[in-house]
C-alpha cells in the first residue's frame, strides 16, 4: 500500500465513536498529473474542498481519528464508487446505463472540474484509470472501514462525518424562499444514511457555534454517505458541506481573513461531535 494515498491523524487515546473524514482536500497535484491535464495548476483546483481538512484538524485532540486524503479530487474521487468509469474520458469502458454522475463528467475518474471545464484535451488509458483506482481509492476506502469497525469494537457504534466544502453560488442558488442561507448543509440522505437523533445532535452543534444550517439539499451525500451510513447495524454517516465563502478566497484558492477564526469555531464543533460517540445510542427501529 503507497503511504500517499491518505493520511490518518489519530488521537493520543481513541475517546469517541466518531470518525473525521475529508476526502476531498487532497492538493498533492504532481507534476506528472499536471502534465496530462490541459488545466493551469490554479483552474483545476477548483473542484477542490481546499484546507477542509485544515479546518477541522483539531478532531484528534477530542479522542477522534481524522482521514484525509492526499490526492485531488481531480485526480480521483473518493466519494464515487470504483465502478463510475467515464468512456467519454477512459479509453474501452463500455456504457452500462444511465448515470448522471458519470453523465456530467463526475465519474471516479473525473471528466471536468467546476464550471464543466475538461481536465484532458483526450482519453486516459483503462489501466490509468485502474492504476489510480488500485493505488488511491482503495487503500483510502481501507483506512476508512478500519477505523469505522475500530470504533464499533470499542464502542459498539461508529458516527462517520464525512466533511467537505460547497461553492458559494450553490448557496446562493438555494437560497430562494429561504429566510437566511444555510452556511452548513447536513446530509444524510433523507434519513437512510444515520439516525435523527445523531443528525439533531450534529445540527445542534453546528447551530450552537451561531452556524445556519439545512439538511440534504442541495447535497443529500453521494457514495461514502450511502455506502457506510447502515444506522440499523449502529454505524451512521453525516455529510457536512461548508459554505466556501466563510474561509477561502474561491478564485485563488486561499485562506481569507475568516480561516482562523472559522477553524476556532470548527473546533468547537467538533469537540461536541465528538461527545457523541462517548454516549450510548439507542438501538435503530427495524
Known amino acids: 500500500m503507497p503511504d500517499t494515498a491518505f493520511s490518518v491523524i489519530s488521537p493520543q487515546k481513541l475517546a469517541s465513536a466518531v470518525v473525521f473524514a475529508s476526502p476531498h482536500s487532497g492538493a498533492d497535484y504532481t507534476d506528472s498529473f499536471l502534465a496530462q491535464s490541459i488545466l493551469g495548476r490554479r483552474e483545476i483546483r477548483s473542484s477542490e474542498d481546499a484546507f477542509v481538512d485544515q479546518l477541522f484538524q483539531a ?5 477522534a481519528p481524522l482521514l484525509k486524503a ?3 479530487r481531480a485526480y480521483l474521487d473518493l466519494n464515487r464508487s470504483p465502478d463510475e468509469l467515464d468512456p467519454a474520458v477512459i479509453e474501452g469502458v463500455q456504457r452500462r446505463g444511465q448515470n448522471p454522475r458519470v453523465a456530467s463528467g463526475l465519474g471516479v475518474i473525473p471528466r471536468v472540474v467546476a464550471n464543466g471545464r475538461a481536465i484532458y484535451s483526450g482519453k486516459l488509458p483503462l489501466a ?6 488500485m493505488t488511491c481509492w482503495h487503500p483510502y476506502h481501507t483506512a476508512l472501514k478500519g477505523l469505522l469497525e475500530q ?16 461553492p458559494h453560488e450553490a448557496v446562493d442558488a438555494m437560497a ?3 429566510s437566511g442561507k444555510p452556511e452548513v448543509v447536513l446530509g444524510d440522505r433523507f434519513g437512510a444514511a444515520a439516525e435523527s437523533g445523531v443528525v439533531d445532535r450534529i445540527e445542534a452543534a453546528f447551530a450552537a457555534a451561531g452556524l445556519k ?28 458541506e461548508i459554505d466556501r465563502a466563510l474561509y477561502m478566497d474561491e478564485v485563488n484558492i486561499r485562506p481569507n481573513a475568516n480561516f482562523d477564526s472559522l477553524q476556532k469555531l470548527l473546533s468547537q464543533v467538533a469537540a461536541e461531535i465528538a461527545l457523541i460517540g462517548q454516549e450510548e445510542l439507542p438501538l435503530a427501529a427495524e
Open 128 to 133: 490509468e484509470a485502474e492504476r489510480r483506482i
Open 70 to 72: 492526499l490526492k485531488p
Open 151 to 166: 470504533a464499533h469494537r470499542r464502542f459498539g457504534q461508529a458516527i462517520l462525518v464525512d466533511c467537505h466544502s460547497m
Open 176 to 178: 430562494a424562499g429561504r
Open 59 to 63: 478532531a484528534p485532540e477530542f479522542g
Open 213 to 240: 444550517v439545512a439538511r440534504n439539499t442541495p447535497f443529500a451525500g453521494a457514495y461514502i454517505a450511502q455506502t457506510y451510513g447502515r444506522p440499523s447495524r449502529r454505524q451512521h454517516a453525516v455529510q457536512i
